[in-house]
């Protein structure tokens, strides 16, 4: 049983590091660019783990940068309810597709610079579910019916808690921040390790240019010594 245990927290810190890599980091702040061929391989694997759609995702985030924690923002605790946010943004995207509750005209105005591709398009958004399911069977048959459902079902909710509702609900909520902070963000912990240094959050909003979200001597951010590792091999560019 500790193999199962052991595989699925690998892949969902997997999970949770690709999307603050993909998602956050290179999608919506351009922090760096990504080999084509390595960042097709991210894509699939948040497709096959997470069913995360990329333009609705990045829509979201970068309103939410521009109206943080004031009316526009889609997702502050402040203007919807702390409670609200939160099991809001706990639902697994198997039962809750990630939506972005906007008009199209902002969908494509926030979600400028996605991937708008034959795959994207005919793949990843027409069918964000067919990849859980695909992964649930790959975990059933490796590890057995009851072990290889538990882990697909503690994917499920691991994931969503740590990307979304540790970010949007918790890191808007308690924590510390710098004293000239102009919003609500918080570091939740300066050790960025489970949430791959998104837990820096109000760093983050401080600079949001910056890929590097620790800024103090005792904060640490994983993901983005993840990124100086994989620039070593090629497979990321700082700009």
Known sequence: MIDVVIYALLTAHITKAFVSLYLHRYLTH?????????????????????????KPWVAQHRKHHKYTDVQGDPHSPYIHGKWKITWTC????????YEYNDTDWALEHYGKGTPEDWMEKNVYEKHPRLGLLIFLTFNICVFGLIPGFLAWLFHLFFVPFCTTACISSFAHWFGYRHPDSKDESRNLWPIGIILCGDELHNNHHMKPSNPNFAHRWFEFDLAYWYARILSKFGLIKFK
């Open 90 to 97: 706990m639902v697994p995207n198997f039962i809750r597709l």
């Open 30 to 54: 351009n922090h760096f660019t990504i080999n084509t061929s390595f960042s097709n391989i991210i894509r699939f694997y948040l497709w096959l783990t997470d069913g995360v759609i990329a």
